[in-house]
Structures are given as structure tokens and as C-alpha cells.
Nanobody
Framework: QVQLVETGGGSVQSGGSLRLSCAAS????????MGWFRQAPGKEREWVTT???????TYHDSVKGRFTISRDNAKNMLYLQMNSLRPEDTAMYYC???????????WGQGTQVTVSS
């Protein structure tokens, strides 16, 4: 069955960096766009970034220039490099796979990122 497993979360101080990873299995990874979302306590889940099958990337304005999404189709892995972290980046981070219609229909369980000031 489809599995998306995120790792790499943790606690860092403001200005620090973290690299999240997402291991995908159970479907043809290279055929799917992929994305990262996050959900802070008391807030709705929000989209962070997407990488297409063409490797084209898009980012939420709040993370542009600080976060970088990448994928390794040979390893079925998705990554999120997060630099210059801010307290407002504190959230549960989820990876997700989207279908040809752009709908995110496969989701991981999330990994917690906490940024202290």
C-alpha cells in the first residue's frame, strides 16, 4: 500500500536549519508531483511548497528564499531543506503526493518542527 514517512523534524533555535525527508513507497514516485504542508497548533493546514514531475518548484511566499524542496526519483525520496528558521515556522510538517489533477491524495503522518526564539 502507499506509504509516505517523514523524518528529520526536531527542535532548533531561530536562525537554525533542518532537513526533512520523506520516504515514499507503494506507487510510482516519479509520476507524481510532491509537496510539503504544515499545520501549527490551532491553525489550519497550509501548503508550503510543491515540486512537479518536471522538477519545477513553487513556494509559499513566507518560505521563499529560505526553504528548498527537492526530490530523488532513484531513491523515491522527497526533501525539504529549511534554513533561517523562525518561530513562526513551528508546526507539524507533512509530505504529500498529488495526482495529475493537482489533488494531494496521499499523505504522511507528519514530523514536528519546533523553532525557539
Amino acid at each position: 500500500q502507499v506509504q509516505l514517512v517523514e523524518t528529520g523534524g526536531g527542535s532548533v533555535q531561530s536562525g537554525g536549519s533542518l532537513r526533512l525527508s520523506c520516504a515514499a513507497s507503494g506507487y510510482t514516485f516519479r509520476n507524481r508531483c510532491m509537496g510539503w504542508f504544515r499545520q501549527a497548533p490551532g491553525k489550519e493546514r497550509e501548503w508550503v511548497t510543491t515540486i512537479a514531475t518536471s522538477f519545477r518548484t513553487t513556494y509559499h511566499d513566507s518560505v521563499k528564499g529560505r526553504f528548498t524542496i527537492s526530490r530523488d526519483n532513484a531513491k523515491n525520496m522527497l526533501y525539504l531543506q529549511m534554513n533561517s528558521l523562525r518561530p513562526e515556522d513551528t508546526a507539524m510538517y507533512y509530505c504529500a503526493a498529488c495526482n495529475s489533477g493537482g489533488t494531494f491524495d496521499y499523505w504522511g503522518q507528519g514530523t514536528q518542527v519546533t523553532v525557539s526564539s
